[in-house]
């Protein structure tokens, strides 16, 4: 049997984000529940304690982080690698560090990322924890980054492929969505309950290794 999913949402976003794909993960079979923090004016520092207060209470569960959240989680199993979690999905998150963030930064908009900025700019050192890291990637290049002229056509439009290659990830996978579009994506979805139940991501037409 799977543990209970724990869904983390990105910067600029509350829980009702991640609602379509909690439906989709429990139309599946799954469990999941949500973990909502605050991305701008609390930030990782704020969020990330509280997410391993909350895990330190539970049984064991899996994490399934959009964007900042997936650095969020990863940071929290970082900083207590003892934390019951077998299995993460981080859904086009920069765990490299952020192209985007960096240009809104040199433009004058660091407040927009708020106390999340530092995490955001400088992303995360190669994964050694225990727990098995998949991440899901976007490939169609629309939104704020490429409007900003911070990622290529090698890109979800908001964070580039590269910056979601971290070592020592357990796997890694491309799929047909914008960053935005990775939580209503039913071939994310179905990718993330592949990687949960499994430890590994499907291959087939609808989703190629990176």
Not at 20 to 45: I, K, Q
Not at 49 to 69: E, F, I, N, T, Y
Not at 121 to 137: K, R, T
Request: net charge neutral; with cysteine; hydrophobic share 45%.
């Amino acid at each position: 049997m799977t543990p209970p999913v724990l869904l983390l949402h990105g910067i600029w976003n509350a829980r009702a984000w991640v609602g379509p794909l909690a439906w989709r993960l429990r139309a599946r079979g799954f469990s999941v529940d949500t973990f909502g923090y605050s991305s701008v004016f609390g930030g990782p520092d704020v969020a990330v304690p509280q997410l391993m207060k909350r895990l330190q209470d539970s049984g064991p569960v899996a994490l399934v982080g959009h964007s900042l959240g997936g650095l969020v989680a990863l940071e929290a199993l970082r900083r207590q690698p003892d934390l019951p979690v077998s299995r993460v999905v981080c859904l086009g998150s920069p765990l490299r560090g952020s192209g985007t963030a960096r240009s809104l930064a040199e433009h004058g908009w660091s407040l927009a990322l708020g106390r999340s900025s530092e995490l955001l700019l400088d992303g995360l050192p190669a994964w050694e924890g225990s727990a098995q890291v998949g991440l899901i990637a976007g490939s169609v290049p629309h939104g704020l980054g490429s409007l900003l002229g911070a990622c290529g056509d090698a890109s979800d439009g908001t964070v580039a492929l590269d910056e979601t290659r971290l070592p020592g990830l357990a796997d890694h996978c491309v799929v047909a969505a914008s960053h935005s579009g990775l939580v209503f994506s039913p071939d994310a979805a179905r990718q993330t309950a592949a990687f949960l139940r499994d430890g590994c991501f499907r291959r087939d037409r609808t989703a190629r290794a990176a």
